[in-house]
């Protein structure tokens, strides 16, 4: 479908977000963050550009800042390692590009984008990943700017109490539609605090965590990510759309309820192909934010009504 006006939605991820002092002295911070992904694909949907890049620009912003669980902010694994996954979908022509369990490229986004258009691939892992990337030149940083003081408390945390705290995870992501009706989702993340060395998560995979078609909508997911696998949610809500005719707030609210059913929580955010939102969660919060052609953007982190559109 296509049409004049643009889309977008990003979130810094559900299930991380707590009501105490040190998180609300953050919370401008956090507002902050969302507001420079949603400014950096922004920019580039007012000038004409495509959702791909939008998403692409949006997550590696969010990537960038600390405060999130991905990229420069991304957790450890129970073994002090970091392992980071990523993920961008084109809704345009179904191509799609991945990388997991990867350490080193200043922007796993801008490493799955790679994938995407320098190989014939869909997915990479690990030192196989990291090796092409070095050959297509995706930036690299050192394993420094990586390390985070408060990140590294956290693991501390998690193991001195193991099974005593609900799990730590989080993630970014951005959905968008463009001026000519493309649609594509992108999705980052440092996965759960503590997990096992090895661990992936649903963000690199195709129809769980990130997804993306024209014909239907564009999602990105956060939370407890091997139900969103199980489930394979970001596909279950472009099928809701295809198959039943549900709206995209009724196909998004009735995925993250199955999955709160089932004990897996957490939320998306989505685009449909008219350039509907809808911003869905079951967890105390979510760092979400949206912005509409011609509009103001709106960021919000707690569970603040939100007006679908």
């Given at each position: 479908?296509?049409?004049?006006?643009?889309?977008?939605?990003?979130?810094?991820?559900?299930?991380?977000?707590?009501?105490?002092?040190?998180?609300?002295?953050?919370?401008?911070?956090?507002?902050?963050?969302l507001r420079?992904?949603?400014?950096?694909?922004?920019?580039?949907?007012?000038?004409?550009?495509?959702?791909?890049?939008?998403?692409?620009?949006?997550?590696?912003?969010?990537?960038?800042?600390?405060?999130?669980?991905?990229?420069?902010?991304?957790?450890?694994?129970?073994?002090?390692?970091?392992?980071?996954?990523?993920?961008?979908?084109?809704?345009?022509?179904?191509?799609?590009?991945?990388?997991?369990?990867?350490?080193?490229?200043?922007?796993?986004?801008?490493?799955?984008?790679?994938?995407?258009?320098?190989?014939?691939?869909?997915?990479?892992?690990g030192g196989?990943?990291?090796?092409?990337?070095?050959?297509?030149?995706?930036?690299?940083?050192?394993?420094?700017?990586?390390?985070?003081?408060?990140?590294?408390?956290?693991?501390?945390?998690?193991?001195?109490?193991?099974?005593?705290?609900?799990?730590?995870?989080?993630?970014?992501?951005?959905?968008?539609?463009?001026c000519r009706?493309?649609?594509?989702?992108?999705?980052?993340?440092?996965?759960?605090?503590?997990?096992?060395?090895?661990?992936?998560?649903?963000?690199?995979?195709?129809?769980?965590?990130?997804?993306?078609?024209?014909?239907?909508?564009?999602?990105?997911?956060?939370?407890?990510?091997?139900?969103?696998?199980?489930?394979?949610?970001?596909?279950?809500?472009?099928?809701?759309?295809?198959?039943?005719?549900?709206?995209?707030?009724?196909?998004?609210?009735?995925?993250?309820?199955?999955?709160?059913?089932?004990?897996?929580?957490?939320?998306?955010?989505?685009?449909?192909?008219?350039?509907?939102?809808?911003?869905?969660?079951?967890?105390?919060?979510?760092?979400?934010?949206?912005?509409?052609?011609?509009?103001?953007?709106?960021?919000?982190?707690?569970?603040?009504?939100?007006?679908?559109?």
């Amino acid at each position: 479908m296509t049409g004049t006006g643009f889309a977008l939605a990003v979130h810094g991820g559900a299930g991380t977000v707590r009501r105490d002092e040190a998180s609300r002295s953050r919370t401008g911070s956090y507002h902050d963050g969302l507001r420079r992904a949603l400014t950096a694909g922004r920019d580039i949907l007012a000038a004409g550009g495509s959702a791909v890049d939008a998403v692409t620009e949006a997550v590696a912003t969010l990537e960038d800042d600390p405060l999130f669980n991905a990229g420069r902010g991304s957790v450890f694994t129970r073994a002090g390692t970091q392992e980071m996954d990523a993920c961008v979908v084109d809704g345009a022509e179904r191509r799609a590009g991945a990388v997991a369990g990867v350490f080193g490229p200043r922007n796993p986004v801008r490493a799955a984008r790679a994938v995407m258009e320098r190989s014939r691939h869909v997915l990479l892992i690990g030192g196989g990943a990291e090796a092409f990337c070095r050959e297509n030149g995706v930036a690299f940083c050192e394993p420094g700017y990586f390390h985070s003081a408060a990140r590294w408390r956290e693991l501390q945390r998690a193991l001195e109490r193991p099974g005593g705290e609900p799990p730590q995870y989080g993630t970014v992501g951005a959905v968008a539609r463009d001026c000519r009706g493309n649609l594509a989702a992108a999705t980052s993340t440092g996965g759960m605090t503590g997990k096992a060395p090895g661990r992936v998560g649903d963000t690199p995979i195709i129809g769980a965590g990130t997804y993306a078609e024209n014909a239907t909508c564009a999602v990105s997911a956060t939370g407890h990510g091997e139900f969103f696998i199980r489930h394979a949610a970001a596909f279950a809500i472009a099928a809701r759309l295809h198959y039943t005719g549900q709206s995209l707030e009724q196909a998004t609210r009735a995925v993250i309820d199955e999955l709160a059913a089932a004990g897996g929580t957490g939320g998306v955010v989505a685009v449909d192909r008219a350039g509907a939102l809808a911003l869905p969660f079951s967890t105390a919060g979510m760092y979400r934010g949206y912005v509409r052609d011609g509009g103001a953007s709106h960021t919000a982190i707690y569970d603040e009504p939100y007006r679908s559109e």
